[in-house]
């Protein structure tokens, strides 16, 4: 019997007992019960602080007050990273060392204010960034670093989120059994009637881009009362009533954009469905010959000359869905810079708390770019827990003279190097680079060439594997097999920049705020 049979073990018995939490030197384990638990109540709050780390029976709590002492006494920052699969409950987590911190920390008007702004982000970010997935109803698709600023008491000052890796492919497509973000479906079923009338909405299952996972609800969660709790937290960020007004605009917009529709005839594609596209100009500010122009035709330079030359009815497709998702992110990083704002710290913090919480490691059925994304990230977080734990642990215990079995561990920077790696190039080089030398091509030629360069520069590398349509890779948590269809484009995600024009001289109020940067010539 092994150490890790054993420790595997061990955790099974702890979880039966509803022990969710167990101590690995300074890293928190914590198993999903997948129910809840009366664990982070006020009283347990109370029990944990100003309690050291060891006194008690494990919790996250426990974690969150060691992290706080240790800044407050050693005067020195800290930070929590989350990791773990996909469902594991990493943003349960992160909202219960927020709640900890909050509760703990001072207690002047000013410092309410901050703690307020801290708890009432998370509905919201979770309204616009979280979705119903294959492992978990409330998944965070995207990565973020929150960052708790203090006093050198420990009072919080304010704090700052940064966002990356939204996933951006879901709001045009996803899997079957998954959902679209939660906040279209909570302003389908929670809009007034008057909005329902004034922005053309209808239910969850009358929305093309909310019904390719085929499930609309979440259960246990009533859609319609999680849309007042996201106005109310956007009024707590400052958000005015005419300014979610605007954000609820171009919601609908984005839903309208998912329903236009495109037929090719003679090489020459048309729109089927002009009431979309009407729609979507009325919404979003647009006019409507423009963008059905710039739906179905290109702007080509031969010489001196400028052409329009028709797009293919996958390329009409392409365009449609690249409008949608660059609102959308564009959207969500307002809905990023309103919490920032709320927390209006002006000037450098002398001390702070950042809490990491990234994707999950994800392995599905079919596993495309955006896993491959999520899966390196993940990746390189455990180089970070090996440098941590087992490597700087067993260098000490050398250092020291102590005598120790040696534990045997994986170290997966033979899978970080294939694929980040610019000599030999990894999979992500070699990617940019099929990028860059095929800009002009599309569809399953580029995404064959793909693979075969693929093959050529990372064959050699025992954790690929090139196969039928697609290529494995052999990561630290397990064997991923990823098909390359739509890698070459999804990796561009570039918007033509007649779309880009577009949206940068919409007349709408809210458009202007999303796209306020200087808009690229045409």
């Known amino acids: 019997i092994n150490a890790e049979y054993m420790g595997m073990e061990n955790l099974k018995q702890r979880l039966k007992s509803e022990c969710i939490y167990t101590y690995i030197s300074n890293v928190l384990i914590v198993c999903n019960p997948f129910k809840p638990l009366p664990l982070y109540t006020d009283t347990f709050i109370d029990l944990y602080k100003t309690r050291h780390r060891n006194e008690l029976i494990p919790h996250v709590f426990a974690l969150a007050e060691d992290t706080y002492r240790s800044m407050v006494q050693e005067q020195e920052d800290q930070c929590i990273i989350i990791s773990g699969e996909s469902g594991a409950g990493k943003t349960e987590a992160s909202k219960q060392v927020m709640q900890f911190i909050a509760a703990v920390s001072g207690n002047s008007p000013e410092m309410q204010k901050v703690k307020s702004v801290m708890l009432e982000s998370n509905p919201l970010l979770e309204a616009f960034g979280n979705a119903k997935t294959l ?105 005015t009533g005419a300014e979610q007004e605007g954000l609820v605009r171009v919601l609908a917009g984005i839903l309208h954009i998912g329903e236009v529709e495109f037929v090719c005839q003679n090489d020459v594609c048309s729109i089927t469905t002009p009431e979309a596209v009407a729609l979507v100009c009325e919404l979003l500010g647009f006019e409507t010959t423009v963008v059905c122009k710039r739906l179905t035709f290109k702007k080509v330079s031969v010489g001196s000359e400028h052409i329009e030359s028709p797009l293919t009815i996958e390329q009409c497709r392409a365009a449609r869905d690249a409008l949608a998702k660059a609102i959308y992110s564009a959207l969500f990083d307002y809905i990023i810079l309103r919490v920032n704002r709320a927390f209006a710290l002006t000037t450098a913090p002398p001390l702070l708390i950042g809490v990491l919480d990234i994707y999950g490691f994800e392995v599905f059925d079919t596993n495309g770019f955006e896993q491959l994304c999520i899966n390196y990230v993940n990746e390189k977080l455990q180089q970070i827990f090996i440098e941590l734990t087992l490597k700087a642990e067993q260098e000490e215990y050398v250092r020291e003279n102590i005598t120790w079995t040696p534990i045997k561990y994986f170290n997966n920077k033979i899978v970080c190097d294939l694929c980040e790696s610019k000599t030999p190039p990894g999979i992500f080089p070699v990617l940019d680079d099929v990028c860059a030398t095929m800009a002009k091509e599309g569809g399953a030629v580029v995404d064959q060439k793909l693979l075969d360069k693929l093959d050529q520069f990372c064959g050699h590398n025992p954790h690929f594997q090139c196969q039928d349509k697609g290529f494995e890779v052999r990561h630290y948590a397990g064997d991923v097999r990823y098909e390359v269809l739509g890698f070459v484009e999804k990796n561009k995600d570039a918007l033509p920049r007649e779309l880009t024009h577009l949206l940068h001289h919409s007349p709408d109020p809210m458009m202007r705020v999303l796209f306020a940067g200087a808009s690229p010539p045409l």
Request: aromatic residues 12%.
């Open 135 to 239: 492992r978990n109803d409330n998944s965070s698709r995207f990565g973020k670093y929150f960052e708790i600023d203090f006093d050198r008491l420990g009072g919080p000052l304010g704090g700052k989120i940064s966002n990356f890796l939204l996933e951006k492919s879901r709001v045009v497509w996803q899997q079957q059994g998954e959902r679209n973000y939660h906040v279209f479906y909570q302003l389908c079923r929670g809009a007034t009637s008057e909005q329902r009338q004034r922005y053309h909405l209808r239910q969850p299952q009358d929305f093309k881009l909310l019904t390719y996972g085929g499930t609309l609800t979440r259960e246990g969660v009533c859609d319609a009362t999680e849309w007042q709790g996201t106005l109310h937290a956007l009024g707590a960020m400052g958000v």
